[in-house]
C-alpha cells in the first residue's frame, strides 16, 4: 500500500473533528484520534517536551482521512494502580496540589499535570473500550507527557504514568485479550515499561532504541522471562540494518508469542534531525516500522501513544507516515 494513497487532496481535506461529526456512526468502524486540548495544559518553560509537539501533530492528522476524533476520560485511581503504586499516585496527586515542582532534573510536574497525566492515560482506556466493542479499528492517542520511561512507583524521563503499561493490564482485565505486545521504537529504550513486565510472559515488550544513551538499560542481554526484546543500536548504523532488525524481530515475535492485541510507544525522537535524540530515521521509516506490525496485529487491535519526538518541524509528517499503515 503506497503511503500517498493515505493523504488527500486539498479539496477532499477535511478536519479530522469534522470527520467525526460525519462518520460517529459509520457502519464500518474507523480509525480513532484520540486527543484533549488538556493535553496542552502540562507545561514548564524552555522544555522540550512541550504543548507545541501536539498542536503540530493535529494540524498535520487534520487532513488525514478516516479519522474519528474522541475525548478521552480521566483514569480513575484504581486503573492507575493496576501497574503504578498507591503511593505513587498520591506523590503526583499531592505535588501538582502543592502547586507542582521538579520529580528529577528532567522530569516536572504542574498544578495541572496529576489532571493531565491521567487523562493521558484514559485516552488508552477509551480506545481499548471502543476496539473491543467493534466501535473502532486501530487508535493513536495524542497525549502528553509521554510515559515509557515511568515504572510502578517512579516518574522519570519527562513521564507521569506509563500508559503503555496500564492499558495492557486493562485490557487483560477488561476485554478477552490475555496476550499482549508493547513495540516501542522511540530513540530511549522504555526502562519503566520493562520493568513492569519483566517478569510477565503474558506481555511481549520489543523496543528498538539508541545505544549507549538515557536512560542506559535496553541491553540485548536483559531478556526477563524471555518475552523481553530489546534492539540497541549505536549512532551511525545504518538505516536499513536497523528496520531489517524490527522486521525480523516482529515477524518472530509474531509466529511465537501470537499477541491478542498491540500497543505502540510511538516515539519519533530517532528521527534524523531531533534535537534531543536522533538515530537516522527519515519521515518515511515510520511508516516502514508499523507495515510489519499491522501485519503481526489481529487486523484493527493496535493502540498507539505517542512518546517522544521533539523536532516540531517533522513530527506531524512523521506522526501521518506512522498512522498510514493503520488506516489502510
Ligand atoms: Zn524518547
Sequence with gaps: MHPRRAFLSRAAAALVGGVAARGGSAATPSALVVYDPIFLEHRAEGHPERPERLTA????????????????????????????????????????????????????VTPRTFEVARQAVGALLVAVDEIATGRARNAF?????????ASR???????????????ARYAQARTPWKRILIVDFDVHHGNGTQDVFYRDDSVFY?????????????AAAERGSGTTLNLPFALGTPRAEILGAWETAVRRIRRE????????????????????????????????????????????????????????????????????????
Design 57 to 108: 501533530i493535529m494540524r498535520a492528522l487534520a487532513s488525514l482521512p478516516g479519522l474519528r476524533r474522541l475525548t478521552p476520560r480521566a483514569a480513575a485511581p484504581a486503573e492507575l494502580e493496576l501497574v503504578h503504586t498507591a503511593a505513587h499516585v498520591e506523590r503526583m496527586r499531592a505535588l501538582s496540589a502543592a502547586g507542582g515542582g521538579a520529580v528529577d532534573a528532567d522530569t516536572y
Design 141 to 149: 492517542c495524542a497525549v502528553r507527557p509521554p510515559g515509557h520511561h
Design 153 to 167: 512507583g517512579r516518574a522519570m524521563g519527562f513521564c507521569i504514568f506509563n500508559q503503555v503499561a496500564v492499558a
Design 206 to 218: 520489543l523496543s528498538v532504541h539508541r545505544a549507549p544513551f538515557y536512560p542506559g538499560t535496553g
Design 257 to 328: 508469542f501470537s499477541p491478542d492485541f498491540v500497543l505502540v510507544s510511538a516515539g519519533f525522537d530517532a528521527y534524523r534531525g531531533d534535537p534531543i535524540g536522533g538515530l537516522g530515521y527519515e519521515v518515511e521509516d515510520y511508516r516502514r516500522l508499523m507495515d510489519v506490525v499491522v501485519e503481526a496485529a489481529p487486523p484493527g487491535r493496535i493502540v498507539s501513544t505517542l512518546e517522544g519526538g521533539y523536532n516540531l518541524d517533522a513530527l506531524g509528517a512523521c506522526v501521518a507516515a506512522h498512522l498510514a499503515p493503520m488506516l489502510a
